[in-house]
């Protein structure tokens, strides 16, 4: 099993629609959650993060988790084409912050 | 956001030189800074932790001797790549935490002819 699981996608929505991306991980003890957009040929830039179950807003991004499953999702409202990329779920495992592992990403696609 | 910059951005070498990429964390310090390599269409992959002081910590399957790393200071961290081949050409990215969240360098793309 994967520390971090993504679809891989591509997942495609239509221009202003709900976009959802899930993922999964293996370590229970893990702490602290984020989302990071990667267009291509580009590195990673910081969207969410997330520490306690439940929801987090923050404009058109509400990240949710849920410890218990051990499941964090992104949803993403009124999809625009700029919001087409690869997001990838990262989760920092253990006390000292230092290991922080990634998921291969979802690709996601917004069609105008 | 915390800034980190890397340099070069792009880079080719020919096979068998070495090639040193720079990580600076700009507006804070870094005890401890990330290399990570991502080849095309697959996700980043950790290569070594580097620690400010002391010898970096490699993933396993990282040759150590290969990928020298190098954090002098709490704003720089190197990766050098040495004795480079066509097989190490891929994309190289540092990040560093600050706070609660892990910021990236631009990234680094090495092509190896």
């Known amino acids: 099993q994967k520390e971090v699981e993504q679809n891989s996608g591509p997942l495609s929505v239509p221009e202003g629609a709900i976009a959802s991306l899930n993922c999964t991980y293996s370590d229970r003890g893990s702490q602290s959650f984020f989302w990071y957009r990667q267009y291509s040929g580009k590195s990673p830039e910081l969207i969410m993060f997330i520490y306690s179950n439940g929801d987090k807003e923050d404009g058109r991004f509400t990240a949710q988790l849920n410890k218990a499953s051990q499941y964090v999702s992104l949803l993403i409202r009124d999809s625009q084409p700029s919001d087409s990329a690869t997001y990838l779920c990262?989760?920092?495992?253990?006390?000292?912050?230092?290991?922080?592992?990634f998921g291969a990403g979802t690709r996601l696609t917004v069609k105008p | 956001g915390a800034v980190v910059s890397q340099h070069p951005s792009r880079v080719i070498c020919k096979s068998g030189t070495s090639v040193k990429i720079e990580c600076r964390s700009l507006d804070f310090q870094a005890t401890t800074m990330f290399w990570y390599r991502q080849f095309p269409k697959q996700s980043l992959m950790l290569m070594a932790t580097?620690?400010?002081?002391?010898?970096?910590?490699?993933e396993q399957g990282v040759e150590k001797d290969k990928f020298l790393i190098n954090h002098a200071s709490l704003t720089l961290s190197t990766l050098t790549v040495t004795s480079a081949h066509p097989e190490d050409s891929s994309f190289y990215i540092c990040?560093?935490?600050?706070?609660?969240?892990?910021?990236f360098g631009q990234g680094t793309r090495l092509t190896v002819v």
């Open positions: 580097s620690n400010e002081g002391s010898k970096a910590t490699y």
């Open positions: 990262a989760v920092i495992r253990g006390r000292s912050g230092n290991d922080m592992r």
């Open positions: 990040s560093a935490r600050e706070g609660r969240g892990a910021f």
